[in-house]
């Protein structure tokens, strides 16, 4: 196998194009999951578990989900990370960096093509030219006017339209009324087709032979005219094609009409089970070219590997293009590739061990299939598309890497954060980790959610105890090279507490959870992007004692402190850069040694990940440095403090509906957006034991020190604990997301937010207004505004009444926090001066 390593690295590490897909479905879709293994419909899915393909690609779906294998336990694990987060896993592990979507199957719920740009770089769209026809046919007021002339005129119009805006036509004119095109249809025969598809009544579907032939026809003249590629329907499918008329040969009358000698054609599916039909076209009409999509991965792994050899017996290697036919499920989307890969490397080492290749031409050939292929048939421009979005945090766990590029690594951080905020972990050896847990986690006592800055055992009212053991599982999804360590990896961990049952402690699970209620009932997203404030210390000696003091001396936006800590912010900004953690800006902050590093905005799952991963990075480099880095609220109380000021906004289907659409609202903000904003208003002194989680939070949380004393609301306003925020590129007037001020980096912030998004469900249930926003200092209006809590008793006390999170965020968990909370209040309160010690905690 060593004479094919380069073989092998090279089609596992090109970046796929993935040339022919379909939308995905949200998670509430009735359309079956079953059908992310199969074409077939109505009572012959319950035969699907019984495929080979089911069986192979369920173990590949539990494998990359860390599942148990059951088709239950990968459901469970779907909706676990929720649509956006196992969107994330799939396409990052698939490697795909541009996808074209052909949006004309209508899917129940099915997700716009915007969304997935999410997830991919290049996301172009595929227009179905019978969706077309049929839905302008729908729209007619009175179907028994249309005439032939009238209804091709509005058509071509609609085909014209969208021409310079889509990358492809496509038919499916095998599935209607199979692929003898009739090139030659009259407009006689076109118009009783016409009449004969009308008379079927609701809802329309174009079958009869001579329209649809007829439709094709011009669809073709007008792609041709645009220098469009057109993508048919070949070989095998669903049930509604008749698979007697679907042979790719059957398109002679059309290849050879010296009309369309120019145009490109691209057969999908490989043609199957007319493989060799179709690479004897695309052998000798120039036109012809191939996908092998729904092929691979539909097939037995034997199948897949002859359907793709008999291609290439006869077809130029120039003309045969990769895709996934990916559709509803982003399973689907990963299944396609990875099977992808493994079968060209299969076919090409075969191609070099028969002599017909070299290893560098073989090569040469899968980064063709791949991509290039397709980039000059698509006539694909996406040199300067691909590194602008990139799936968050790390691709997800590959059992080939253990035998390749990790070889060098010796430890894996499993790592996970308890109650009190504080990140801890476990550390294993490599081998141990890819051998098992990586799928099973390890062992861990039930006193971990219990514990609180000031003890490693757990507090007294948390009911949690030294008795039980649960296991810490790796999210995979999240898995990376330690950047200031090149031979360690970290993980983040989920808590189980048996296979396949989740822990009602878990931090992730409880904001999953809240995000899933907020997802079922009104459809909606949380975004979050996270402020970063930290004070880099150095050591000094004092009396024989080391201190420890600022980094630097210098004021708020230092060009001075920017020079003097550019060498530990590049390295910082690289570090996030490599986890693909995007940074928005950064600068010096107004404390001594203070500064601030500000995260791009992602849904909130992410953006808790990302935050952790920061405050690691961030911790690290410094270290390296020979400084320490805090984010302790208030490590000098006659200093500024530092926050983690949080900025939320809501999306649907990838738009952001935090914003008004015009300017009728009172404040920029959509009735939506108030709503949810004006929960957490009103909840906002029982949502601080979360954000602001030590009793030196409190110590911050001042007049006049911008970070927000009083329970109020403004627009711009730096004093208020809500800010409403319209950044550059905002319309005048508009909001575009809300910042929490009173969020600081003692906070767990998976807790964090799931609190902030159950008092936003509560707004948006009970349609909450907010009141009159605050323009000025709240503190000369103190007589009219109420203080929030000035400590963490009066908070925890303000959360113990508010039966609201009892509910959302899970009573067990609820105790366990206000527990460890109240063992906070006891100790600093006995123990004056033991907030110097969080420096080395925080």
């Known amino acids: 196998m060593e004479r094919f390593a380069e ?21 509430d879709s009735t359309f079956p999951f079953l059908n992310c293994f199969s074409e077939a419909s109505g009572d012959a899915l319950s035969d699907v578990p019984h495929t080979i393909n089911f069986k192979r690609s369920l173990k590949e779906i539990a494998q990359l989900y860390g599942s148990s294998l059951s088709l239950h336990a990968v459901q469970e694990s779907r909706q676990r990370f929720g649509l956006e987060s196992s969107s994330a896993i799939c396409f990052k592990a698939a490697k795909i960096s541009v996808l074209l979507i052909d949006d004309g199957i209508e899917l129940d719920k099915k997700l716009d093509i915007k969304w997935h740009e999410s997830f991919v770089p290049t996301v172009g769209r595929i227009l179905r030219v019978e969706h077309v026809a049929e839905k302008i046919l729908e729209k007619g007021s009175n179907r028994t006017t ?3 002339g009238s209804f091709m005129e509005i058509f071509t119009e609609e085909l014209k339209s969208v021409a310079d805006k889509v990358l492809a036509f496509k038919s499916i004119v095998a599935y209607r009324s199979g692929l ?9 025969e076109a118009e009783e087709g016409l009449s004969d598809v009308l008379s079927a009544g609701n809802p329309i579907r174009i079958s009869n032979k001579s329209f649809i032939d007829y439709i094709f026809v011009h669809a073709l003249k007008v792609a041709q005219s645009y220098d469009l590629p057109m993508q048919i329907h070949t070989g095998f499918g669903d049930k509604d094609l008749d698979l007697r008329l679907v042979n790719p040969l059957h398109l002679r009358n059309l290849l050879e009409d010296k009309r369309f000698l120019k145009s490109r054609l691209v057969l999908l599916h490989a043609s199957y089970p007319f493989s060799k039909e179709a690479s004897y076209l695309a052998s000798v009409y120039p036109q012809v070219y191939l996908d092998f999509g729904l092929a691979i991965p539909k097939l037995s792994f034997h199948g897949m590997i002859s359907s793709v050899k008999e291609l290439l017996e006869l077809a130029p290697m120039n003309k045969v293009m990769f895709s996934t036919d990916g559709i509803a499920f982003a399973e689907t989307f990963y299944l396609g590739a990875k099977k992808a890969r493994e079968v060209v490397f299969s076919v090409l080492r075969d191609a070099c061990v028969d002599g017909d290749l070299s290893i560098p031409e073989a090569i040469a050939t899968a980064k063709d299939i791949f991509a290039e292929n397709a980039k000059q048939f698509y006539k694909l421009d996406v040199s300067s598309k691909n590194s602008d979005v990139k799936p968050p945090l790390s691709s997800s766990f590959q059992e080939e890497e253990l035998n390749s590029s990790l070889k060098d690594v010796t430890f894996v951080r499993i790592i ?15 081998q141990r980790f890819y051998s098992s847990v990586g799928k099973h986690g390890v062992g861990l006592t039930c006193a971990c959610m219990g514990m609180s800055s000031t003890s490693d055992g757990p507090a007294v009212d948390t009911n949690l105890t030294a008795s039980g053991e649960i296991r810490i599982v790796p999210d995979l999804s999240t898995k990376c090279r330690l950047p200031w360590a090149k031979q360690q990896e970290m993980v983040l961990a989920d808590m189980f507490i048996e296979p396949g049952k989740i822990w009602e402690y878990c931090p992730r699970e409880a904001l999953r959870r809240v995000s899933k209620i907020l997802k079922d009932e009104f459809d909606l997203v949380v975004n979050a992007g996270f402020e970063n404030e930290f004070f880099l210390l150095k050591s000094v000696l004092r009396d024989g004692k080391e201190e420890r003091a600022p980094f630097d001396r210098t004021s708020y936006c230092s060009t001075a402190a920017f020079d003097a800590a550019s060498p530990i912010l590049e390295e910082v900004f690289a570090s996030l850069q490599s986890l693909n953690i995007i940074v ?11 500064f601030e590093i500000a995260l791009k905005y992602t849904d909130c799952s992410r953006a808790a990940d990302g935050l952790i991963f920061t405050r690691e990075v961030i911790r690290a480099v410094a270290r390296k440095h020979g400084l320490l880095a805090t984010f302790v609220p208030k ?8 926050g983690s000021h949080v900025h939320i906004s ?9 914003m008004a659409s015009d300017g009728s609202s009172r404040y920029g903000m959509s009735k939506i957006g108030e709503a949810f904003m004006a929960g957490v208003l009103n909840h906002l002194p029982s949502i601080l034991p979360f954000t602001a989680p030590l009793p030196n939070s409190y110590d911050r949380i001042q007049p006049n020190t911008w970070s927000g004393a009083y329970l109020c609301w403004g627009k711009e306003n730096k004093e208020a604990p809500l800010r409403a925020a319209s950044p550059p590129g905002v319309a005048h007037g508009f909001v575009s997301n809300f910042e929490i001020k009173t969020f600081d980096g003692c906070a767990n912030p998976y807790l964090g937010l799931a609190s902030i998004i159950t008092a936003g469900i509560d707004g948006l249930r009970r349609n909450l207004s907010l009141p009159e926003p605050v323009d000025g200092d709240p503190d000369i209006l103190k007589e009219n505004l109420q203080r929030l809590p000035v400590s963490l008793a009066e908070s925890v006390e303000a959360l113990e009444k508010d039966t609201l999170f009892r509910d959302m965020i899970g009573e067990k968990l609820l105790v366990a926090i206000i527990g460890v909370r109240k063992a906070e209040v006891k100790y600093y309160s006995e123990n004056k001066e033991a907030y110097k010690d969080l420096i080395y905690k925080y």
């Open 635 to 642: 490590y000098a109380l006659d200093d500024i403090g530092s």
């Open 416 to 430: 996970w954060i308890d109650a009190s905020g504080q990140h801890r972990c476990r550390v294993v050896p490599q």
């Open 584 to 594: 928005e800006q950064l600068h010096a902050e107004a404390g001594k040694g203070q």
């Open 180 to 188: 003898a095109i009739n090139t030659e249809v009259t407009e006689k």
């Open 146 to 148: 249309w005439t032939l």
């Open 650 to 658: 809501l999306s649907r289907n990838g738009e952001n509906i935090f």
């Open 7 to 27: 073989l092998k690295t090279a089609v596992e590490s090109v970046e796929l194009v993935d040339a022919h897909a379909h939308n995905i479905v949200a998670l």
